[in-house]
């Protein structure tokens, strides 16, 4: 069964700052992860969605990393604003037998402060 | 751009009576999931279905929910008897399926009282 942990739980940082948001994943038979962004009281908005034949993927000023063979992405934000200030979530989608399958990790509940 | 549809939003009823909730994927997308979020659970995945027919379901208790797709363009969750402890924030979520990403509707936030 795919377990997904996000660390840290929590984040507070002041604007500026780059951070890094950590997931890893028990079962590499992945297809691929993709990270969200939620806001309180709002749905989820996908970020990133990387394969699991890639290493990286860009969007802006956030950049998601994985290493499938570790069983871990990280999610790394440049140049953090208030803006940012949400929960991150990421997302196996599992291979095999579990075709398609996400399994969400607890997420991340970042705070950038001005 | 393309939007999964929930309906309702919210949802306030009272213990023992039957919620619907309903989900409309984006044309085309053959894979969709029902999710409910908690702030003690998390994400749990409810039910998927393929092509309109269920996958998995093994996060659903049986013996009051019951998800289904009567036709592609419409999804279904319902909870017959409502308890306390669904209140929840209930998701759905469509895609393609395999190496493809998946798409979240705004979620209808269910109170049961």
């Known amino acids: 069964k795919q377990e997904v942990t996000q660390i840290p739980a929590a984040l507070s940082v002041p604007e500026g700052e780059n951070l890094v948001l950590n997931c890893s994943f028990t079962?590499?038979?992945?297809?691929?992860l993709q990270w969200f962004r939620q806001d309180p009281g709002k749905g989820l908005t996908s970020l990133l969605l990387?394969?699991?034949?890639?290493r990286e993927q860009t969007s802006g000023r956030l950049n998601a990393s994985l290493d499938k063979s570790s069983g871990r992405s990280t999610l790394y934000i440049a140049a953090s604003q208030p803006g940012d200030s949400a929960t991150y979530l990421c997302?196996?989608?599992?291979?095999?037998?579990?075709?398609?399958?996400?399994?969400f990790g607890q997420g991340t509940i970042l705070t950038v402060h001005p | 751009d393309a939007r999964v549809t929930q309906t309702p939003r919210h949802k306030v009823t009272e213990m023992g009576q039957e919620v619907t909730m309903r989900c409309q994927p984006i044309?085309?997308?053959?894979?969709v999931f029902w999710y409910r979020q908690t702030m003690m659970q998390g994400l749990e995945l409810l039910a998927y279905?393929?092509?309109?027919?269920?996958?998995?379901d093994s996060g659903m208790p049986k013996d009051r929910f019951s998800a289904e797709m009567p036709d592609a363009t419409l999804a279904t969750l319902k909870i017959q008897p409502s308890e306390p402890r669904d209140s929840a924030v209930y998701f759905c979520?469509?895609?393609?399926?395999?190496?493809?990403?998946?798409?979240f509707g705004s979620g209808t936030r269910l109170t049961v009282v």
């Open positions: 979520a469509s895609g393609l399926g395999g190496p493809f990403g998946y798409t």
């Open positions: 079962d590499s038979a992945i297809y691929n």
């Open positions: 990387i394969q699991s034949s890639q």
């Open positions: 997302a196996a989608n599992a291979g095999g037998t579990s075709y398609g399958k996400l399994t």
């Open positions: 044309l085309g997308h053959n894979t």
């Open positions: 279905f393929r092509n309109r027919a269920p996958l998995d």
